[in-house]
């Protein structure tokens, strides 16, 4: 399965590790390397009324208004997660 939230789409960011330049000169800029910002998934169990669902959920999700709504029953679980 992908590094992808299954509640809110949330998914790995592209981005630069930059080492301290040392120096404001043009000719000494800090070397830069490609890096990737993975999101922090946690596997969550859920009580539906089909029965229990497993799943992965950003840890920023967690605490969140929407996903707390789901899990006490207030707001159904999305359609693409129901089969």
């Known amino acids: 399965m992908s590094k992808v939230c299954q ?10 590790w930059t080492r301290h330049p040392h120096s404001g000169a043009w000719a000494h800029r800090a070397p830069q390397k490609a890096r990737r910002f993975e999101v ?5 169990t859920i009580q539906t009324p089909s029965g229990k669902k497993r799943i ?3 840890a920023r999700m967690l605490t969140s208004k929407s996903f707390q709504a789901i899990v006490t029953g207030q707001k159904p679980l999305p359609k693409h997660l129901m089969k």
């Open 7 to 16: 509640i809110s789409g949330r998914k790995a960011q592209a981005g630069r």
């Open 56 to 58: 992965k959920v950003a």
């Open 40 to 44: 922090n998934l946690q596997t969550v």
